[in-house]
């Protein structure tokens, strides 16, 4: 899969004028939904959270 980075903040980290990735929108219970962006760091350990969520063998909610 190709990733696209484009400078922006980490919604993770908020990190700052840093390369940050798309992961999708996430919602808001009161105010709707917004772009959920990430810096490679907060990347991989989104990605390190649901290697050993699956590895666990947990049902997806």
Known sequence: MKRTYV???CWRCD??????L???PVQ????GDGPF???EPCVQRLEALVRAHHS???ASA
């Open 56 to 58: 666990r063998g947990v």
């Open 37 to 39: 962006y990430c810096c």
């Open 15 to 20: 990190a700052v004028d840093v390369p940050v």
């Open 28 to 31: 808001s219970q009161d105010h």
């Open 7 to 9: 400078t922006g903040e």
């Open 22 to 24: 798309w992961l999708g």
